[in-house]
């Protein structure tokens, strides 16, 4: 690639900044718009889970295929298509007239994304060479993509309070536009980093393999230990190491196995999972404590969540570069980790009536946390692989981020629910069926309360704050916990990882 101006290169970053923002934002926001969307098109309690699950489920399966064809085509020409494919899907979700309709166009927003992270990552790697400069930019967008998490509640509820819910997916459309058309005359010419046809054998493994796994995990958390999700884990572990079976055995292999030979990639990769592990549960335990604890509104809510996502934002792109130059980056993901794990362990004190400076502390403090942790390990993933693997080696660290998160919803929505039913204590001469369904969840109890008399009610509803607050305790306990065993092991896998990892230099592939 030739050299590239300053302004250029900083273009690149902040349109990629941008492709990170909408998606996150976009995922976030649609849990805000559930109720509208439930009142207008009337789904089925099965047609909602597919509506907030089609987009993570298509996102997770293909990841790793558009890291291999972004390696292939250039990743400039993969994320403008890929930026194209998002509009038009977006607009289809905003005007869909169905709850069918609505689940193919998520699904199809999930096949655009899984085109953008790669793609927007590895151009971050292609036009920032200078070291510093890499890690500054890498943070910068971590940070971002924290943001937009926060954001997104935030932008839906402002919405939602003058326009329908269709207009949290349209919003998307401008944005959008305006990176393909500015991208056209900013984004530097990504040639092909790889030769070779894509192996399209492996496409269908990759995506069963993932796919089994995200489906059961989720399953599993919903439902427990049904017949379909051990078929649904069986077909994920099968399609998984058929796969990496048949990585070993191609010349041009969709990902390189043997980048899980170097132990700084295989460290960062993992420390993403258990990160991300910890960092999505926590936001909807916190999403749900604000709105049904202490009976916040969404935007309220959303709000309540931003001083997390600047704290990750300074943690990324402010802590990270200095700290690294200072004591190394296995120091720097440790000491990520255990602010975090401080953090989460902090939010022992916080109860049904807690005043909000006392939680925004360590919301702040976790942040911060996991910002530098992000940032050091992002880097690392893009910087410990040969340039014409990045693509592959981003969508692997994508795909983790996605098994972290939805392995952490089901292992600590867990433990929230087993807690919340056996510190439930309900008042006297509670009806069985009522109790039943106290007993399910925090918005069952909420459900059953209303039809009982006003003071049995009341205290069916601070019976189960309370237990929620209690099951909250040990799931943010046990990410504690977690949080520690992260640290652990970076500490052993980054140790030997230079503070300054220098750009490789390799020759791209030409496409015609």
Not at 99 to 113: D, P, S, W
Not at 196 to 206: K, N, Q, T, W
Not at 280 to 301: E, K, M, T
Not at 496 to 509: G, N
Request: net charge neutral.
């Amino acid at each position: 690639m030739a050299t590239i101006s300053s302004a250029r290169k900083w273009g690149t970053f902040a349109l990629c900044a941008v492709v990170a923002l909408v998606p996150n934002v976009d995922l976030t926001a649609l849990n805000q718009a559930i109720p509208r969307i439930s009142a207008d098109l009337g789904p089925s309690a099965t047609q909602i889970l597919w509506i907030s699950d089609a987009y993570g489920f298509a996102l997770a399966a293909l990841l790793v295929t558009m890291g291999g064809i972004g390696d292939r085509i250039g990743h400039r020409r993969l994320l403008l298509a890929g930026t194209a494919l998002f509009a038009a899907a977006s607009a289809v979700t905003a005007y869909a007239g169905s709850a069918e309709l609505l689940i193919g166009a998520r699904a199809l927003l999930g096949v655009a994304g899984a085109t953008l992270m790669p793609s927007a990552l590895s151009l971050i790697r292609a036009v920032f060479t200078d070291p510093k400069q890499r890690t500054a930019a890498v943070g910068g967008f971590m940070a971002v993509g924290g943001l937009a998490v926060g954001l997104g509640p935030v932008l839906a509820g402002a919405l939602l309070g003058h326009f329908w819910w269709g207009s949290v997916f349209l919003i998307n459309v401008p944005v959008m536009v305006f990176v393909l058309v500015v991208g056209l005359a900013v984004l530097p010419k990504a040639p092909a980093t790889v030769t070779g046809r894509l192996d399209l054998a492996s496409v269908p493994l990759s995506a069963a393999g993932v796919l089994g796994l995200v489906y059961a995990i989720k399953e599993a958390a919903a439902h427990g230990g049904e017949p379909r999700v051990y078929v649904a884990a069986v077909v994920g572990v099968a399609g998984i190491a058929a796969f990496l079976w048949r990585q070993t055995r191609l010349d041009e292999p969709l990902i390189d196995v043997s980048l899980f030979r170097d132990r700084a990639f295989t460290g960062s990769v993992s420390a993403n999972l258990f990160a991300m592990f910890a960092l999505v549960a926590q936001s909807l335990i916190f999403s749900l404590y604000f709105q049904l604890v202490l009976g916040w509104s969404p935007l309220r809510a959303g709000l309540a969540g931003l001083p997390g996502a600047l704290g990750a934002m300074a943690g990324g792109a402010a802590l990270a570069p200095p700290l690294i130059a200072a004591a190394g980056r296995a120091r720097t993901v440790a000491l990520g980790m255990v602010i975090a794990a401080v953090a989460f362990a902090s939010f022992q004190v916080v109860g049904t009536g807690t005043a909000y400076w006392i939680i925004a502390i360590p919301t702040v403090l976790s942040g911060v946390g996991m910002g530098l942790a992000l940032t050091v390990t992002g880097d690392t993933v893009l910087a410990s692989v040969p340039k014409r693997r990045t693509g592959a080696a981003s969508a692997i660290s994508e795909t983790a981020t996605e098994l972290g998160g939805a392995l952490g919803l089901a292992v600590l929505g867990s433990v929230l629910n087993l807690v919340y039913r056996n510190a439930l204590d309900l008042p006297a001469g509670v009806p069985h069926g009522a109790a039943a369904h106290a007993r399910d969840s925090l918005p069952g109890a909420f459900e059953a309360a209303s039809a009982l008399p006003a003071r049995t009610g009341a205290e069916v509803v601070d019976a189960a704050r309370t237990a929620f607050v209690d099951g909250m305790h040990g799931a943010l306990l046990l990410s504690a916990g977690f949080a520690v065993l992260v640290a652990g092991v970076a500490l052993i896998t980054l140790r030997s990882v230079p503070k300054v990892i220098p750009d490789a230099s390799e020759e791209p592939v030409p496409v015609a």
